[in-house]
């Protein structure tokens, strides 16, 4: 009966997604599901005609991820249709992965309500962005298999699609598996980083696209900023520019370079906790949220889109029983509602008119977001710290092979 239930709610969900998407059901905004696909579907063009994407300032991924927009052309019908269709499948094979993790290893049921819910939350957006793609990969690599080998497969190729699946090696807590894993997922990448560059000219263009990219007015650092636009005390604005609405005015510089240097400062957090912590059953997955959570914290960008990612990683880290990551994980959902509601239903409040009531959402969404990452790192510290008075991992249910 409960997996009925999980498949009904999924599938409803799902149906009004698409329904909404392609305005069967009219809703405004369209142009805020459409705009990508639109962009996906030329990009596709592109290469279906022999080259990645020329002097393009939007596209900045690496070249795998000419895949997930190739992959509606095999689906009959128009683009738009047909990719909606192939995100929703990837929805649903996400949904099998952590139904499948949670039968191997007796976990609990919550981590595949919240993904069944929660990414309900983001509203079409979630099939509107080639993003359910690469979180599939992710999700992959944190439930198929204990071998370090497979999960760094897994990462290789989620870092040749869209890089932030590496975060997913800094919970492999021994030494050989870390090389493993690394190794693989190095070796993953590189080849097909080297096949892709070999079979079409310009596949490695994105080595030098994010170097030019601003400070976007939803990120951590930007927030602030649309908070003292829409109180009157800020003369800057948002223009649109490498894909994305970066900030323009007085202190935007000296923000940028704080939110650069955020990023190996957390990752420097992160290596002193991977140094001194002891092995635990559970720290793969902990340390995986809480990688992910830390780089989007401190990202320059913090599209509505990367919700879909921490939010996989929180489904899987609420079925590990003994995690330390549940309250995080609980944190990420109404982050994650927030963002639903932000994007793009308010977003034109702090995106363009500088209207108070949707910039408030706003920053209570990067607020709790904030919040999550901080939680996140503190519980895995105390949960992983030597001076605990058992040295020995937990005794929770997770897989083998």
């Known amino acids: ?33 459409e705009n990508d696909v639109n962009l996906y579907r030329g990009w596709s063009d592109t290469l279906m005609g022999g080259s990645f994407p020329v002097d393009d300032d939007k596209w900045q991924y690496p070249p795998l991820a000419a895949l997930p927009m190739l992959v509606p052309r095999l689906i009959p019908g128009s683009y738009k249709v047909a990719f909606y269709l192939a995100a929703i499948i990837f ?17 609990s049921r919550a981590g595949i309500w919240a993904w069944t819910v929660g990414a309900a939350l983001l509203g079409p957006l979630l099939i509107s962005r ?13 439930t198929v298999s204990a071998s370090a080998a497979v999960r760094g497969l897994f990462i290789g190729i989620g870092l040749a699609i869209k890089v932030w699946p590496v975060a997913l090696l800094a919970g492999l807590r021994r030494w050989r598996e870390l090389f493993t894993g690394a190794g693989v997922s190095l070796a993953t990448a590189l080849i097909g980083c080297g096949v892709a560059a070999l079979l079409l000219p310009h596949a490695l263009d994105f080595l030098h696209a994010q170097g030019d990219r ?8 930007g927030a602030p900023f649309a908070l ?9 604005f948002p223009t649109y520019q490498h894909g994305a609405m970066e900030l323009v005015g007085d202190g935007v510089g000296t923000a940028t370079t704080i939110s650069v240097v955020a990023t190996p400062v957390a990752m420097a957090l992160l290596l002193i906790w991977w140094i001194r912590a002891r092995l635990t059953e559970t720290a793969y997955y902990d340390a995986a ?14 599209s509505p889109q990367y919700m879909v990612w921490v939010l996989g990683l929180a489904a899987v880290v609420l079925i590990v029983r003994g995690s330390s990551q549940w309250p995080t994980a609980w944190l990420v959902l109404v982050a994650t509602l927030l963002t639903g509601i932000t994007y793009p239903w308010v977003e034109d409040d702090y995106a363009t008119d500088g209207k108070l009531l949707g910039t408030l959402v706003l920053v209570a969404r990067n607020l709790v977001f904030l919040t999550a990452a901080v939680v996140s790192f503190v519980r895995l510290w105390r949960s992983t710290r030597r001076d605990t008075p058992s040295d020995e991992p937990r005794p929770v249910a997770v897989p083998t092979s």
């Not at 080639?130 to 690599?141: K, N, P």
């Not at 601003?214 to 650092?221: H, K």
Request: glycine residues 6%; proline residues 1%.
């Open 130 to 142: 080639y993003d359910l793609m690469v979180t599939f990969v992710a999700v992959a690599a944190l």
């Open 1 to 33: 009966m409960r997996a009925t239930w999980v498949l009904l709610v999924w599938a409803v969900t799902r149906a009004l997604m698409f329904l909404m998407a392609m305005q069967v059901i009219p809703v405004e905004h369209q142009g805020s599901f």
């Open 214 to 221: 601003g400070l976007q007015v939803e990120s951590m650092a």
């Open 228 to 236: 003292a636009r829409a109180l009157g005390w800020w003369d800057g």
């Open 289 to 302: 949220l809480t990688t992910v959570l830390f780089l989007v914290a401190t990202s320059r960008v913090l």
């Open 91 to 107: 929805d649903l094979a996400i949904l099998l992965l952590l139904w499948r993790f949670t039968n191997r290893t007796g976990g």
